[in-house]
């Protein structure tokens, strides 16, 4: 606590912005946040689905318009799998949301190449969300708190593993076992190897598969950790963002050439592993969970309705433009409870919650301060 005093000190004092980015990255070493921006913590979760990705962006536009603020100005904490692994560096490290096109062009390419080229999706997943280790973008003072989910697979219980740009102050310890060293793409292709389309990813001694073979609703994961960086601050909006679902037909699954025959979907491996997979995978139970844990006006879902669940690596164009009429149908429907959702991310905070952050702050330099002038005395005796 002492340094922690000391570097904020320092901080305050800095001239330049690379020395207040360098102490800015000491204080985040030390699991040390600043205080969040809003009444309180507020969180952005998303979950993976390939190309699906883009309907992320079409609701988080939706958020934009109507607040008027940038996705790091509405959230303090970003959490992602897979997919949503992409979109929460894409869109954390930027002061503004990242065009469509973008993401739609190297989206394409990424997915539809990394099962035939791992190397080439690894050099577009460094030229798209950088090389930089994680902890360092802290460096930037727009940075949201971030983690990354993936699976990891090679232990004697399939486990989640958080990739974090932050460490945990020092009397805390997460239930997840995770890291603040690797790489920005190291985090990124560790939580989207998903099974059957791109291979494992060793880092070290752990080998990862997709995140959201264990938690694709990654939201309560990112309750747990935003409230260990911030113990005494209330949860003043959460949003989880899905990649789209589909109303079940009731025949169940289709089937599709090659696949087993009726009289065989009871004992079919095959159609046991994807049943199997399919429940793991469920978003629905976490968010039930969280709707009965979280009152109404803090916590949002937005998942929308497609007319055909398109595929991860899908190329079909027009299938491409169904989903982003889906998603606009959905938005429509859905304005009131987007416009709820705005209200409560612009909830400011209160005249004793600012005269609180000031009192801890003045505190903070004061004991800095006599740290310091402590040591000089020594020095000088």
Same mark, same amino acid.
């Given at each position: ?338 416009? +709820? =959702?705005?209200?409560?991310?612009? #909830?400011? !905070?209160?005249?004793?919650?600012? $005269? %609180? @952050? +000031? =009192?801890?702050?003045?505190?903070? #330099?004061? !004991?800095?301060?006599?740290?310091? $002038? %402590? @040591? +000089? ?5």
């Amino acid at each position: 606590t002492g340094a922690v005093r000391i570097l904020l000190n320092a901080r305050r004092k800095a001239d330049s912005e690379s020395a207040k980015g360098a102490l800015r990255e000491a204080l985040a070493l030390l699991g040390h946040p600043d205080p969040v921006g809003g009444r309180g913590i507020r969180i952005l979760s998303i979950d993976g689905g390939g190309i699906r990705g883009v309907l992320v962006l079409e609701m988080l536009k939706k958020l934009e318009e109507l607040t008027g603020k940038k996705p790091h100005e509405m959230f303090d904490f970003f959490c992602g799998v897979s997919t949503g692994a992409v979109l929460s560096y894409s869109i954390g490290l930027c002061q503004e949301i990242f065009n469509q096109s973008r993401i739609m062009g190297t989206g394409k390419l990424v997915w539809r190449h990394a099962y035939y080229d791992t190397a080439l999706w690894e050099e577009k997943l460094k030229d798209y969300v950088g090389s930089s280790s994680l902890i360092a973008t802290s460096r930037d003072s727009h940075c949201p708190k971030i983690c990354v989910v993936s699976a990891v697979v090679n232990q004697a219980q399939v486990s989640p593993y958080v990739f974090r740009n932050y460490s945990l102050p020092w009397r805390f310890q997460s239930e997840y076992e995770g890291t603040h060293t690797a790489q920005i793409w190291e985090a990124v292709r560790a939580s989207a190897a998903a099974p059957t389309y791109f291979e494992e990813f060793r880092i070290r001694d752990l080998i990862h598969q997709d995140g959201g073979i264990v938690a694709n609703n990654p939201t309560a994961i990112a309750l747990h950790e935003a409230k260990l960086l911030w113990p005494d601050t209330p949860i003043q909006c959460v949003v989880f963002f899905g990649t789209g679902r589909s109303v079940p037909s009731p025949s169940g699954r289709k089937s599709s050439p090659g696949s087993p025959k009726a009289g065989s979907e009871g004992t079919s491996w095959t159609n046991k592993f994807l049943k199997i997979l399919d429940s793991a995978t469920d978003t629905q139970a976490v968010h039930i969970m969280l709707s009965d844990l979280l009152p109404q006006e803090v916590y949002f879902r937005f998942n929308p309705y497609l007319t055909e669940l398109v595929g991860m690596v899908e190329t079909d164009q027009e299938k491409h433009t169904q989903m982003r009429r889906d998603t606009l149908m959905y938005l429509r429907r859905n304005e009131d409870k987007f416009k +709820q =959702a705005a209200k409560t991310l612009m #909830l400011e !905070k209160t005249v004793f919650q600012k $005269l %609180k @952050d +000031q =009192a801890n702050v003045h505190r903070e #330099l004061k !004991k800095a301060a006599e740290i310091v $002038l %402590k @040591d +000089q005395n020594q020095l000088d005796w």
